[in-house]
């Protein structure tokens, strides 16, 4: 469960949104909209614990139980998912994937893992390609393991789709939903797509 109480951002003290609170359980898809500009991404900088200086929130995050606004960002158990997949270009498709895992996996666990998920991406026997050999939908499937391996507690969607054509962008979108709602988490989207909400069909926030 994410319980987000009372959230608003300030920007030289002007709100950028009216406070609003929500709570997202396991396997929920909560959706974001709002124009440009109205702090979308902040929004999900700011439960990451990677909001800019400029910039000041507001409000109590509840992760499972904890409230998480003193823990640092990678103790948060709080995952992001990008519209860029911002794979290490120095890592190999396998390598990007192995970086998140948690180290309680040994050597052969780690390879074993890794070898399932790239059949389940279909994407067999890729683990040592360069990243930059891939195709962009290959990309975002690698991008989304990869977060999904380090055992988040919550996923957060940072308009992941945004850069994809009509057809992959269904297909990329269905494959994301399944696998939230498969591990149970907790899950809000930015997105300024309708389609998006309305194959999120869950909760709807309108930020003003």
């Known amino acids: 469960m994410l319980k987000l109480e009372n959230i608003t951002l300030k920007l030289f003290e002007k709100n950028l949104f009216n406070p609003f609170s929500i709570e997202i359980s396991g396997g929920t898809i909560a959706t974001v909209m709002g124009p440009s500009g109205c702090g979308k991404s902040s929004l999900l900088s700011y439960l990451c614990g990677t909001l800019s200086s400029e910039i000041s929130g507001s409000g109590k995050i509840v992760l499972n139980g904890r409230d998480i606004q003193k823990i640092i960002p990678h103790l948060r158990k709080i995952g992001i998912l990008f519209q860029d997949d911002l794979l290490f270009p120095h890592l190999s498709v396998g390598e990007n994937l192995a970086f998140a895992l948690p180290s309680k996996f040994k050597k052969k666990e780690r390879l074993k893992k890794i070898e399932n998920v790239l059949e389940e991406i279909e994407l067999p026997g890729m683990y040592s390609k360069d990243p930059a050999t891939l195709s962009g939908g290959q ?8 977060t999904l391996l ?9 308009e992941p789709f945004a850069k994809l054509d ?17 591990n149970n988490l907790p899950t809000l989207l930015v997105t300024h797509d309708s389609a998006d909400a309305e194959a999120a069909g869950e909760k709807i926030i309108f930020l003003k």
């Open 150 to 158: 380090s055992e988040p507690e919550a996923l957060l969607l940072d």
């Open 139 to 146: 990309k975002v499937r690698v991008a989304l393991m990869r």
């Open 166 to 182: 009509k057809d992959l962008r269904e297909r990329f979108r269905n494959l994301v939903f399944s696998h939230a709602r498969r």
